[in-house]
């Protein structure tokens, strides 16, 4: 079963050259909560979320989860789970081949992972699809199956970066639905450029623009506290930019 972890991220700093990618973000996301990380193209959440999961070394500051920096915790980075912006998969393999084959990879028994496997797809709609290869899936169908692959393994923390990209009407409301399910089972950081997606899950959210953290709140105080009637125009009024540019 999966804890919620709190994650602190403390003054975390990210330089390329002269160029300030991530300037000094400090921000708490707490255990079960979805958090909705917010910013335009180059604003630097990439980078910070790529520090967050221990891909990528701050040049200062840290993260800590329950306290503790990922490389202290034994098995650490097995608390994360983790869905890009792009789809990674094994083309030639079949959905349940590869949910298997990542459980596994993370120290589940092969019946565990194969039950954990065929749990996940059922709940993602796949699981009339777990023969087929995955270079037969349709883009919305890809999407979902690496939404499950992130989750096999039943991780504390869920990073999901645009996980309603390339989904279709119906898919999108079936991966709200999914993720709206987990709210206090795990922690989850949600990046998405669909304002409506953020205030439908997030219970908070948090806007960067050039590298620093503009506001952190809940969205229904967001836009109290601007005058605004929607998230997309507190975004431009923060930024002077449109999330979806």
Known sequence: MAVPIKIECVNLTKRYGEQVAVDQVSLEVNPGEILGFLGPNGAGKTTAI?????LLKPDEGQVLFNGL???EIPGGKSLLGVCPQEN?????????EQMVFM???YGLSHGESSSRSRE???QLGLLPQSGKQARRLSGGMKRRLNIALALVHNPDVLILDEPEAGLDPQSRVLMREFIRAMAGSRTIILTTHDMDEAERLAQRVSIIDQGKILYTDSPANLKQSFGCDNLEDVFIRLTGKNLRT
């Open 88 to 96: 990674v998969h094994w083309e030639r393999l079949t959905c349940l």
């Open 120 to 122: 996940l797809l059922n």
């Open 50 to 54: 790529r520090m967050i999961c221990g």
């Open 69 to 71: 920096p990922l490389n």
């Open 103 to 105: 459980g596994e990879m």
